[in-house]
């Protein structure tokens, strides 16, 4: 079968050098891609935008595409699944209605209260003055979350009170993050250790992927603002066997239950932002997605055919199915633009790219051609270098060891990404 992948960045290049892998799948085209996603034995790139729904139903009725896999969260949040429905075309992504879980902090904080999913406590408000009078009161330090979608950036942790009542102002008048700003959530600082929990879901069960952790926090030591995301690792050993039970039993599956009770049933990719504090599993965030940079160490791992798992989630359901890994561990060292996550500079040719290292793999997420054989940069999170190995040492050294071989002008790169594993 044909499989189209809906998106730019470098957990759409995952997400097709993975399906491209399966006996199964003759050919994936990624809308738009990159240069990396354009660099794959059976990929080719499509000049569609993520948000040209109608073009992209074109398409897919043209090419007679049987599976679309949809990448990053704003086509879901604009309603690409039901748009694909009512042309009877198979879309792996949740409807906008299930989308709600990651499009609005403030339904899914409402929803997993409605439920009874461990997760912090919560005030939303969408006026100044409640925002200043709450958090008059609050312990700090303190979370303000944008309520609607904002790349990844949307969450402030405030360690003073005017720094709080600062960052509410800015996100109420839409000068922090527009619209998506104009509501926000105040939350109470949950202390542990972060983890990401990634299942899919047919609407009424749901199969883990392996586990893994993101570093949102630009610098080493989980410093400065926040990004998209500056690397990741699976597995993460936070995440025990215990635990990753309590997830699925407390969270994930009242999440998916509730949601079809609700009348929204969810399916596609489920990501839970899980926070670990005394060896207990609260929810920090819903993304309705695979995250990035986990897909990329985490599909890494992936022995079972990802396209027949999506098929089966859309048609006969996954009930007594398992997806499979390999032992490896991997890590994922995102490198990103000089200034990123604020001003950056694109268009800059990079080097190092042809250098080859057995047990790596370069996912690229801002990155073209100019055409005459160079790669350029074009985005502020632009490669995801990643190294495999039998232990979490490994697989950092050689992801850093193929990572220094790539230059461009004002590259930078945490250099802590897999540390916390080692710590464990």
């Not at 043209?62 to 039901?82: S, Y």
Request: aromatic residues 6%.
């Amino acid at each position: 079968m044909q499989v189209l992948v809906i998106g730019p960045g470098g957990r759409e290049h995952a997400l097709a050098w993975c399906l491209a892998k399966s006996p199964q799948v003759s050919q994936v085209y990624v809308a738009p891609g990159n240069y990396g996603t354009q660099s794959e034995p059976g990929v080719t790139n499509i000049a569609l935008e993520v948000n040209d729904h109608a073009s992209l139903i074109d398409f897919v009725k043209h090419k007679n595409i049987e599976l679309t896999i949809v990448g990053p969260e704003q086509p879901i949040a604009e309603g690409i699944r039901d748009q694909f429905d009512m042309h009877d075309l198979k879309c792996f992504a949740p409807s906008q209605a299930a989308g709600q879980l990651e499009s609005s902090k403030s339904f899914a904080k409402a929803f997993m209260q409605r439920h009874n999913i461990p997760t912090a406590r919560a005030f939303v408000t969408s006026d100044i003055c409640e925002a200043i009078a709450h958090l008059e009161d609050v312990t700090l330090p303190v979370v303000l979350k944008a309520d609607g979608l904002a790349a990844g950036k949307g969450v402030v942790i405030s360690t003073t009170r005017g720094a709080a009542m600062e960052t509410a102002e800015n996100m109420l008048s839409g000068q922090a993050f527009g619209q998506a700003g104009r509501k926000i959530v105040i939350e109470e600082f949950l202390v542990g250790e972060e983890a990401s929990f990634i299942v899919m879901t047919d609407g009424k069960v749901a199969v883990p992927f392996a586990s893994s952790q993101d570093h949102k926090p630009v610098f080493d030591g989980d410093e400065g603002p926040n990004t998209g995301g500056m690397g990741a690792y699976s597995p993460a050993p936070v995440l025990t066997s215990a635990i990753e039970a309590q997830v699925m039993e407390r969270i994930v599956n009242p999440t998916i239950q509730g949601m079809a009770i609700e009348g929204n049933p969810f399916q596609g990719f489920l990501y839970v932002g899980l926070m670990i504090s005394d060896c207990e599993p609260y929810v920090v965030e819903f993304n309705c997605r695979f995250g990035d940079p986990e897909a990329q160490p985490v599909l890494y791992r992936l022995k079972s055919d990802l396209a027949a798992m999506c098929e089966l989630a859309l048609g006969d359901g996954l009930v007594g199915t398992e997806l499979e890994f390999d032992s490896n561990c991997t890590v994922a060292v995102v490198l990103a633009s000089g200034g990123y996550p604020g001003n950056y500079q694109t268009g800059l040719r990079i080097s190092g790219l042809n250098q080859t290292q057995q047990h790596t793999k370069i996912f690229h997420a801002g990155t073209r051609s100019n055409g005459e054989g160079e790669v350029l940069t074009s985005g502020g999170r632009v490669l995801a270098v990643l190294g495999a190995g039998k232990s979490t040492v490994q697989a950092i050294d050689r992801a850093y060891a193929r990572a220094q071989a790539i230059q461009w002008k004002d590259m930078h790169f945490r250099s802590d990404i897999g540390s916390k594993a080692l710590g464990r």
